[in-house]
């Protein structure tokens, strides 16, 4: 595994293959996070509704 520091990688493209790498890296740390501390996308209310959700129910069994 390779370490790069983050600001190097600003505004430039990567390969398919490290990009992947990389959001599959992203992901699976994401994961360990509680629901509250993990990246969500929407406004403040659909935020919340799934952060609280999350809390009750495992959100990716019920996607699935």
Do not use: W
């Not at 509680?34 to 959700?53: M, P, W, Y």
């Amino acid at each position: 595994m390779k370490k790069v520091a983050v600001a190097s990688l600003e505004h430039k493209k990567l390969e398919p293959a490290v990009e992947k790498e990389m959001k599959a890296r992203l992901f699976a740390a994401e994961k360990g996070l509680l629901n509250i501390h993990r990246r969500c996308k929407g406004d403040a209310s659909e935020t919340g509704l799934v952060q609280f959700a999350q809390s009750i129910y495992d959100l990716d069994e019920v996607r699935k």
